[in-house]
Nanobody, 125 residues
Framework: QLQLAESGGDLVQPGGSLTLSCAVS????????IAWFRQAPGKEREGVSC???????AYADSVKGRFTISRDNAKNTVYLQMNNLEPEDAAVYYC???????????????????WGQGTQVTVSS
């Protein structure tokens, strides 16, 4: 079993920055890919970014140039640095773990087996 715990969500003003953390514990068998998803009220869950064990990453077009994903394998923690936040970034952010990196399908929720409980990000003045 694998457990994921997100933290770092907060209220931030437009243009501000925030760093989310995803701490992973338990069996490391599914640590091949860790991804961040987000879900706003009334919207589908969407992939934000992912990173492989070796550091290969992918981003949604909407966050490229603003968000940076990183991974500390020694700490089993994945980070999402979010800069220049926009109101449209407000959502519950989830991290997820999966066994395989799919270059073109990494953003599909069904590719991931384990999920955290989510952390709320609010962007408002």
């Amino acid at each position: 079993q694998l457990q994921l715990a997100e933290s770092g969500g907060d209220l931030v003003q437009p243009g501000g920055s925030l760093t989310l953390s995803c701490a992973v514990s338990g069996s490391t068998a599914h640590l091949a890919v860790i991804a961040w998803f987000r879900q706003a009220p009334g919207k589908e869950r969407e992939g934000v970014s992912c990173i492989t064990r070796t550091g290969r990453s992918a981003y949604a077009d909407s966050v490229k140039g603003r968000f940076t994903i990183s991974r500390d394998n020694a700490k089993n923690t994945v980070y999402l640095q979010m800069n220049n936040l926009e109101p449209e970034d407000a959502a519950v952010y989830y991290c997820a773990a999966g066994p395989t990196f799919y270059e073109y399908y990494w953003s599909l929720p069904g590719r991931y087996d384990y999920w955290g409980q989510g952390t709320q990000v609010t962007v408002s003045s």
